[in-house]
Each structure stands twice: as C-alpha cells, then as structure tokens.
C-alpha cells in the first residue's frame, strides 16, 4: 500500500492539476460570454487594473477601454488599452454597448466628479467599483477589511496579524531554541574571554525601541570599556578606542549580537526584522526621516533586509541611514516565512565577507 501510493499520489497529483490547465478555458466558456469592462481615469491605479486584466489569463473580464476628459498627451496610455471618450460621454456608450462592469479609478480630489458620474450612470444596469487611488501614499501591507462591519482599507499595518503572526512566533521560537542549544558551548567561551579581557559585566544591556515604540532591554556581549546608555550615545567608528581587542573581534564577526536570541525567546525580539537603535539614536532621526518610526509596527530583529543588503554597522550619513530604512519598509510590505529563512541564510554569508563593521 505505501509502495503504491508513493508513486500514485504525485502522478494523481501531477495529472490533475495538467487536466485542470487543460480545461481551464472550456470551463470558463460554459459560464457564458467574457464581461465587458470599461475603466474611468487614464491615471497610475486605472493604468495598473488594465495591466492586470491583461495579463490574467483566466479572466473573464474584458477591457474595452478609458474613459477621461484630459487631452491624450496629458495621459500615461497603457498597452493594449484605448481612450474611447470623454466623461459625458459615458452613460451613453455603456448602454450602447452592453458594458457589465465600471472601475472608477478618478482621484480622491475629484470628489464632485465621482458624484456627478455616479448619478449619470444610475440609468445603466453596469456593476460599478471604486477604485482607491491608494499611489497617494506609501502603502505598507495595504488591505481592505470590516470594522464592526464597515468597510476600510488599511493604509500601514503589521504584516504579522491573524495566522502571519503566529507563523513569525513560532518560526522565532523554534529557530531561536535550535541555535542557543549548537551555540551554548562558543557563548561560555565568549563570556570567559570578555571577563578576561577587561573589567566590567559580560552583558551590556541598552534600552531600544520595540514593538509600538515600547522600550525593551537588548542583550549584547560587552564590546567596549564603557557601558553608554544615556541622552547621548556615539556610534562605534573605525579604530575607536573605547572597543577593546576581544570586543573589536566579537563585533566584526557580529558574535557580540548572541545574547539578543534570549530576547527572543522572551517575545521582545524577532530573529529577522529592523535592528533596533539605541533609544537616543531613535530620538534623533525620526525627526530626521520621513516614515522612521514606521519600521516598529514589528518586532526588531537580529538581522534584517538591510544588513543583508549591505547597510550593516555604522551608518554615518544620513542618506545611509535613509537607504536602511528603505529597506526596513521594504521588508514590512513583502514579509514571507521564505524571505526569513532567506535573510538568515544570507546573514551568515555577509558576517564573513563584511569588512564595514567596527
């Protein structure tokens, strides 16, 4: 029986799946003629929905073209799309020609347009959608939803809500368990060599900003003679003095950052997400950077998209830091469990080649 099904289950599989590519089309004949469609603003959003009938392959949609009042080199025409007129000039070719569905794609400032279309097309039997022209702004994991059964759209939110959440848990914990028990024997080596090295704790503890802007105590190995954690703290340079030998060998090989995967397990800290700053540095460039404090809608990480892509360690002008947290966004609106494991993977490869880390 388990001999049988081993080869049975993936051919049933495989064949199943080449039958329902291969009916795929006639299927969708059987439920009648494609729908005709008509999209009204020649803009970006309207641009991108005809893109996107045109390249899905099943669909039933059939885009017969835009609808605007500006004149045609005013507009960004998409391929395979034509103008067919100008707005008063709509409800009389939707009841010509049969139209079944009607996207709005007119800008929010347009509002008196929007009303003025939606009552001439009140004498049509057209489906009618909103398109929201959500390019206004900077969307991170943009989703429509109900509040108390109210429709919204969400602008910003964490990519971690509902099975997400728990999926990126559990991932940490799980990772986080695996390597603390391979690391265990390289952390009390690390830790006697610091005690050794110069006086002072084994564990530098900072104050950095989590999850909601929440304060949260990071765990590092010391690398420095001093332990800063005040209103102002300077960022480590090349040949600064304050490292000390075995500190300046942890931090270029990022081993100072072990400790941090306790803070995952207690739930302050992810395994891959924005790195924390310090809590002065923060202070500093959310008034600096435009969508800063953006990046803590997630738990910070112990690596990130950034590290990986080549913002890791000192960040000393402004535009570098502006590139990370590019990144840090970028990382919120793609989260995957496949991009995690991607970023860890690609950590370890960086910690051996990065020669920008003091």
Request: aromatic share 8%.
């Amino acid at each position: 029986t388990l001999i049988t099904w081993l080869w049975v289950a993936p051919l049933s599989q495989v064949g199943a799946h080449l039958a329902l590519r291969a009916s795929a089309p006639y299927l969708l004949m059987l439920q009648g003629p494609p729908q005709r469609a008509i999209i009204v603003g020649m803009n970006e959003q309207g641009a991108a929905l005809a893109n996107r009938i045109h390249e899905t392959r099943y669909s039933k949609i059939e885009l017969s073209g835009f609808f605007d009042d500006r004149s045609p080199n005013r507009l960004n025409q998409p391929t395979n799309s034509q103008l067919l007129g100008r707005l008063r000039e709509l409800p009389g070719f939707v009841k010509e020609n049969r139209i079944q569905f009607i996207y709005l794609s007119l800008p929010m400032a347009s509002q008196p347009r929007i009303l003025h279309v939606l009552d001439e097309l009140k004498d049509t039997t057209a489906s009618i959608y909103f398109v929201p022209d959500m390019f206004i702004t900077d969307l991170i994991q943009g989703r429509s939803g109900t509040v108390c059964g109210t429709p919204v759209i969400s602008v910003c939110e964490s990519p971690f809500t509902g099975s997400n959440g728990i999926i990126k848990r559990a991932s940490d914990i799980v990772l986080s368990l695996l390597i603390l028990a391979l690391i265990s024997p390289l952390l009390l080596v690390i830790a006697l060599a610091i005690k050794l090295d110069s006086p002072g704790p084994v564990i530098f503890k900072q104050r950095r900003y989590g999850l909601d802007g929440e304060e949260i105590l990071v765990y590092k190995f010391r690398s420095m003679r001093v332990c800063e954690d005040g209103e102002s703290i300077r960022q480590a340079q090349k040949g600064d003095s304050r490292i000390t030998r075995i500190g300046a060998f942890l931090r270029k090989n990022s081993l100072d950052e072990l400790p941090q995967f306790v803070n995952v397990l207690q739930g302050r800290m992810s395994i891959v997400g924005p790195r924390p700053h310090a809590v002065a540095h923060n202070e500093i460039y959310r008034n600096l950077i435009k969508g800063y404090m953006i990046r803590h809608k997630v738990k910070p990480g112990i690596t990130g998209w950034a590290q990986v892509n080549g913002y890791r360690g000192e960040t000393r002008t402004l535009d570098k830091m502006q590139a990370r947290i590019d990144h840090d966004l970028d990382y919120l609106r793609n989260w995957s469990l496949r991009l995690d494991l991607h970023i860890i993977l690609k950590t370890i490869m960086v910690v051996f080649r990065d020669r920008d880390v003091y």
